[in-house]
Structure formats: structure tokens, C-alpha cells
């Protein structure tokens, strides 16, 4: 039994201009489309399973009064047929007959056990239900669909009922959180956006009448070719006019602008009503505007305007705090509206690191009975000769990192580091050096003052280690990297910064991935999955296989690249770690304790495919080279290759 959770979406700028977009197929001077949704916090949670039919089942109190159990058989021509006749379940059959044509599956079995989505209120809960199958469908049979995937599916599978449902109703599949969506004809891209402040959102269902199909049906008329000054004024409001709207609402909510970011609205809705609205008797929205401009409301917002096809369907403000959110959801609801709350929260950029250097280094011995491997010398490119830990702590800091946490073997190893990083060196060995030397020596002691340092003082595994730094961490991402590995840019970002961007962008558990031959596969950990993006640079990492042998990793983990040839991911040492991971050591090392075992090995991998399994893993490919430096022939190859 698997569980999932679909959100709704709430377009909060861009309606209309995914229809409008498309057009570019047929008239290449309409600008493309571009919108800004998001998932919201209420949904549809349920259980799937496999089933030999068909089946939708529901337990949720909040939808008994219209909800009668359904079930069908895997049958093509039955399900198309339950998706033309516009019943309560024609979008379900809509994306189940498209999944048995185009993939050849089986049945599942969908239980709904909550739903906290109003439907019918322009918070696409039609197209939730949509994503909820076909992401049900692609887990179950292991379809490996990225989420661009499945929410194309639940598209085109929408497409097969009555409704004209636009591309950014599927949005819904990307989950809580702000995405750019841009539709030039029929490409589609979506991007995550980054929010520096908290943004205090109130929607609410009008509870009035909204015609969505006439709307639709009078846009349209104007595509793809406008013959009066009405219908260029719509193309031009959906077209450069919402395209800057649009760019101006992405950096205002990047830098945190939140009263520039509510007048915008406020200034969307007055373009809107001027430019589109008069093309369609339905948009005539009388419900709508005295919400907009009720002088109750206004205290409480920075601005609002309409959601989705507009209409008297749902509005939207941008509350001054969450105080007034909540004063302004009371308001609503006593109003006879159905209000909701949406707090836009920032992505906690990753501004901590850790290292483990715990390790004696045995298969550098004796070298390292006389220096830690992480002090072992390194030539660099500038011609400086650095020790491994400083090559590792100068690149945490040019990618923005203000704090690092060393996980030591023993408060004894901890002077060495004392020694080295807070030390001033003594007056006579700094006249000796050149006026660059002594500015690494001043930037050495610099990053001195960002160290902090844990103790691993049992020797139980990797995953031991790294949570000896849990309480360092707190309750925010962290950078991980390997304390016998440096990492060479081959571009003008280092390699953890890379991984930061990356984070902010999906803000899920990242892994750092690179390619390794089909003949070394079985001295690794492998990776397979599915690309999220076109640049094949991020995997929706479905499946971790460790050490397999090259024939089951031939027919089960290999991944195309872009020129569509099988490659083979490793793990190439670089982590971006969620609290969850954190709360996933504890739990294994809590039931070890329960067991009374003291001894076996906690390991990190185990807690990064239980946290995958329930919220997903992302692998990023990094542009750069992954230096090992654990064993003699790799730090050999180190020595030689690094400083070239």
C-alpha cells in the first residue's frame, strides 16, 4: 500500500496564456505564454495499490455526501467511454485509458482517505484527481515518469472528458511550492522560483456562478488571429503585457518586495478587467470586484484579484502579516465564503556544512600515522600547495557557506585543527612570505572562526558519523562532503555551489551524481532514474542499487544521456541533507538501541533510500572532476592531475 498526497494549484499570475501560448503553433507574433502557480496546502491524500481492475474507493468524511464508489474493468473502450459521458469519474477514466493505451498496465485500486480541496472553485480539483492517478499508476508499475511526465499525462488524459482544461492545471504535480510555467506552443517548461519572504496568501471560493466553458469558448475567438482592436488588446494582455507582469512578480518575490509584489496584483486584475475582460458577457463579475473593493478588506492586504478563468469563481489577496491572514480567512468564512490560507514560505538557503574526518585512513598508513589524510598535501593550480581540508573549507566558503561542522574521532585530534586554522603564525615566518601568502594566511584564519567541531567517538558507519552533527544542523539543509574528496569546477562555480543552486531550485534531498563505466559498476552504489529537466543535468532518482553486477545494472539501472546512450550513475561525494535525513538516523540508531545491538554499522545510504522512498531524492549531475583520495593510486592521481 502506497501513500499520496496531490495538492490543487492556485494560479497567482498568467490565467489564460497556457491556451494562449499554444497558439504560437499556428501564429508565430503571439508571445508565449508565462505563469506563475502554486501547489496549495489543501488536497486529495490516499492509498493506492495494485488491483486486476479499476477501482476508486473513498473514506474521506469531507466528500460522502458526493462520493459513490467506483470500479471498472481495464478495458479501453469502457474507459473512454466513462470519460466522454461527464460523470462524477470521467476524469479518473480519462487518465486510466490513456495509461492502458500508451504503457499496457494493470489496475490499481485508489482509496481516498482525506480531502481538504474544495471542488469546483478554480483550485483544479479535477486536475489533482488527474495527477493522483497517474502518478498512482507510474509508482505501481514503476513507469519511471518524472514529474513533467505525469503531469502531461493527466493532461492529455483530462483532454479525453467534456473539459478544455489549460496546461497549467496539472501544476499541481510539482506540490506546495511556486513554479514558473512558460508555453510556447506546444513546449511546456516549468522552473521553481525562490521566495526570500514569507507570503501570507488568502483564497477563497466566491460561492457564486462562474461560466468557465463560455469564458473559454469567447477568448478563444480572438487565437490565433485578432481581427479588431478588442481582440488585439486580449492578445497583447495575454501576450508582452502579462509576459512583464510576470518577470516583475518572479523578482519581487525573489527579493522579498512583498507590498510591490500585492499592487502588482491589484494592477493585474485592473488590466485584466480592462483589456480581456470585455470579450466575454461572463467575465462580468459583480461578486468578484465588491470582495476586491471592500473597504474592510483593504487594512488586511497588499492587494488581490481573480484565480484562474476569473469570473465570480474564487479571489485571491496577499495578506500584510500572518495576523491579518487569518483575520482575513475569519472574515471571508463569515461572509458565506469558503476561505483558505497559503503560506509561501522562503527555501532555507543552505548556509551550513559538514565534513567528516573521523577516519584514521588506514590504507594510507604509515603516512597517516604521523598526519590525518585530510592534511595531506595537495599542488594547486595557483601554484600554492594546500592540504586536502583547506582545499575542501576555501570552496564551502566561495559557495556561500557560513558555518562547518568537523566530525572528529576524539577531542584530542581537535589541537591539530586549533594548530592550523587559529594559530597566527609567528611574527618571523610571516616576514618570509610574499604579500600573496599572506593573504592566504589571513583567509586561513578567517575560516577558522566558521569551524565547529563534534566528536564520533564509537566507530559505527558513515551515517554514525554524519549524525553526530545533527544538533550543528538544526532544523535547516546542509551541505555534506567527504573528507578524503576534492572537487575541481570545470566551470567558473565550484561544485558545492552548483549543488546549492540546484537545492534552492527543487528544495528536496539532493545527491551529487556522475558517471562511471559499465565495468566498475560493482564497486559502487548506483543510481537510476528518471531526468527532470532537458539539459539532463537533474535525476528524479527512483531507484539506489549497491554494488550490482554489471548485467542487472545493464538491464535495470542504466540511464540515457542525450544522445540517448546508457550511462551509470555514482554518488560523486557531495550531499545536500534535509532535517528528514537527520530524523532517519535517529530512528535507526533509536531501534538499534532497542535491539540491544551496540555494534552494527549505521549506515548513511539506508537513511537516504528510507527518506527517498517517502519525499524523493534528486541527483545532480555536477560540471566538474571528483578526486579520491581514500587509497595510494588515487592520491596519486590526485597529485599529478589536480594543480594542472
Given amino acids: 500500500m502506497t501513500k499520496l498526497f496531490v495538492p490543487g494549484r492556485l494560479c497567482l499570475f498568467g ?23 502554486t501547489g496549495i496546502e489543501q488536497g486529495i491524500y490516499a492509498e493506492v495499490e495494485k488491483s486486476s481492475i479499476f477501482e476508486l474507493y473513498s473514506t474521506a468524511p469531507e466528500i460522502e455526501n458526493v462520493w459513490q464508489d467506483f470500479s ?21 477514466a480519462g487518465v486510466a485509458s490513456y495509461m492502458l493505451e500508451w504503457y499496457k498496465v494493470g489496475g490499481v485500486r485508489i482509496r481516498i482517505t482525506k480531502m481538504t480541496l474544495p471542488m469546483k472553485s478554480g483550485l483544479s ?3 489533482a484527481i488527474c495527477v493522483l492517478v497517474a502518478r498512482a499508476f507510474n509508482i505501481l508499475y514503476s513507469l519511471n515518469l518524472n514529474t513533467l511526465g505525469e503531469m502531461n499525462i493527466a493532461y492529455l488524459g483530462e483532454l479525453r472528458t467534456s473539459s478544455r482544461c489549460g496546461r497549467l492545471d496539472q501544476a499541481c504535480a510539482f506540490g506546495v511550492k511556486p513554479n514558473l510555467m512558460t508555453f510556447d506552443g506546444d513546449e511546456i517548461e516549468v522552473r521553481s522560483l525562490n521566495v526570500k519572504k514569507h507570503l501570507y496568501w488568502v483564497f477563497a471560493d466566491l460561492c457564486a456562478e462562474k461560466d468557465t466553458i463560455r469564458i473559454l469558448s469567447d477568448l478563444n ?12 488588446a486580449e492578445h497583447e494582455a495575454l501576450g508582452t503585457r502579462n509576459l512583464e507582469i510576470v518577470d516583475r512578480a518572479i523578482r519581487y518575490m525573489a527579493e522579498g518586495r512583498v507590498e510591490e509584489l500585492g499592487a502588482l496584483m491589484t ?12 470579450m466575454s458577457p461572463a467575465l462580468w463579475s459583480p461578486k468578484l470586484h465588491s470582495v476586491l473593493q471592500d473597504p474592510n478588506i483593504q487594512p488586511m492586504v497588499w492587494g488581490g484579484k481573480g484565480v484562474g478563468s476569473h469570473g465570480d469563481g474564487s479571489v485571491q489577496f496577499l495578506a500584510r502579516s500572518e495576523e491579518d491572514q487569518q483575520h482575513l480567512l475569519d472574515y471571508l468564512n463569515d461572509r458565506g465564503m469558503r476561505a483558505y490560507k497559503l503560506t509561501l514560505k522562503p527555501v532555507h538557503t543552505v548556509r551550513k556544512a559538514i565534513i567528516p574526518v573521523a577516519g584514521f585512513g588506514t590504507r594510507l598508513y604509515p603516512a597517516t600515522r604521523a598526519l590525518k589524510k585530510d592534511f595531506f598535501p595537495i599542488p594547486c593550480p595557483d601554484g600554492m600547495v594546500r592540504p586536502v581540508i583547506l582545499i575542501l573549507l576555501e570552496e564551502l566558503v566561495k559557495s556561500g557557506i557560513e558555518e562547518i561542522c568537523l566530525v572528529l574521532g576524539s577531542e584530542e585530534e581537535r589541537q591539530q585543527y586549533a594548530d592550523y586554522f587559529e594559530r597566527p603564525l609567528p611574527e618571523e615566518h610571516m616576514r618570509k612570505l610574499n604579500s600573496e601568502a599572506q593573504e592566504m594566511e589571513a583567509r586561513i584564519l578567517a575560516i577558522g572562526k566558521r569551524l565547529h567541531y563534534v566528536y564520533q567517538r564509537e566507530k559505527r558507519g558513515f551515517g554514525h558519523a554524519v549524525y553526530q552533527a545533527a544538533q550543528f544542523a538544526g532544523n535547516e539543509p546542509v551541505l555534506l562532503l567527504l573528507g578524503d574528496t576534492i572537487y575541481r569546477s570545470d566551470s567558473n562555480k565550484p561544485c558545492a555551489l552548483q549543488m546549492v543552486e540546484e537545492y534552492e531550485r527543487y528544495n528536496q534531498l539532493m545527491v551529487s551524481i556522475h558517471p562511471v563505466p559499465l565495468a566498475d559498476v560493482s564497486h559502487y552504489g548506483i543510481l537510476s532514474g528518471i531526468w527532470e529537466d532537458k539539459e539532463h543535468t537533474v535525476l528524479n532518482v527512483s531507484t539506489m542499487y549497491e554494488k550490482p553486477k554489471p548485467s542487472y545494472a545493464e538491464e535495470f539501472l542504466g540511464v540515457r544521456n542525450k544522445e540517448g546512450v546508457r550511462e551509470y550513475y555514482s554518488v560523486f561525494g557531495q550531499y545536500v541533507l534535509t532535517p528528514e535525513v537527520f530524523s532517519q538516523l535517529h530512528a535507526d540508531i533509536m531501534q538499534k538501541e532497542i535491539e540491544g545491538d551496540h555494534v552494527s554499522e549505521i549506515e548513511l545510504t539506508s537513511a537516504l533510500e528510507a527518506v527517498r522512498q517517502r519525499s524523493g531524492m ?3 549531475r555536477l560540471d566538474g572532476r571528483m578526486y579520491d583520495m581514500g587509497n595510494p593510486a588515487a592520491l596519486r592521481r590526485c597529485v599529478a592531475e589536480y594543480g594542472l
Fill in 267 to 278: 494592477e493585474a486584475e485592473k488590466m485584466f478587467d480592462e483589456m480581456v475582460a470585455p
Fill in 15 to 37: 490565467e489564460h496564456t497556457d491556451w494562449a501560448g499554444h497558439y504560437r503553433t499556428m501564429n508565430a507574433d503571439i508571445a508565449p505564454g508565462a505563469a506563475i502557480v
Fill in 618 to 620: 534528486m541527483g545532480v
Fill in 125 to 127: 480539483s479535477s486536475a
Fill in 221 to 232: 475567438k480572438a487565437y490565433p488571429f485578432p481581427n479588431s482592436d478588442a481582440e488585439r
Fill in 72 to 92: 471498472c474493468r481495464m478495458d479501453e473502450t469502457e474507459l473512454k467511454r466513462i470519460a466522454k459521458s461527464g460523470s462524477f469519474f470521467c476524469y479518473c
